[in-house]
């Protein structure tokens, strides 16, 4: 029964990059990033990241979104861009923004 730490470093890597939990929040009235807080007993719970309305994971609007799906909902998600852009810093692109992947 001993945790595998490699595993878990991946578990971690996925949530990281690649799912959000995304719930409709009733205060703001549309689909929000939630973030993680501790309530009275010291439990996790999952928070509206603008109002930090409790919002539930198992919420039927709740849903796991992958980064490049969250950047539609008007989030920035950082790191994410640098996959889609040409990689370059010093290329003259900003941010990886001309979609051009320059020879190295
Ligand atoms: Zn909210």
Redesign the pocket.
């Known amino acids: 029964m001993s945790a595998n730490p490699l595993h878990e470093a991946e578990e971690r890597n996925e949530l990281e990059f690649g799912s959000f939990l995304v719930v409709d929040?009733p205060?703001?009235k549309r689909a929000?990033l939630t973030a993680r807080d501790l309530d009275a007993d010291g439990e996790f719970i999952d928070i509206?990241l603008?109002?930090e309305?409790v919002l539930l994971a198992d919420a039927p609007s709740a849903r796991w979104m992958d980064a490049r799906t969250v950047l539609e909902l008007g989030y920035f998600v950082d790191g994410v861009e640098e996959d889609e852009g040409c990689g370059s810093e010093e290329g003259g692109c900003k941010g990886g923004t001309c979609g051009v992947r320059q020879p190295r």
């Open positions: 929040c205060t703001c929000v509206c603008h109002c309305h």
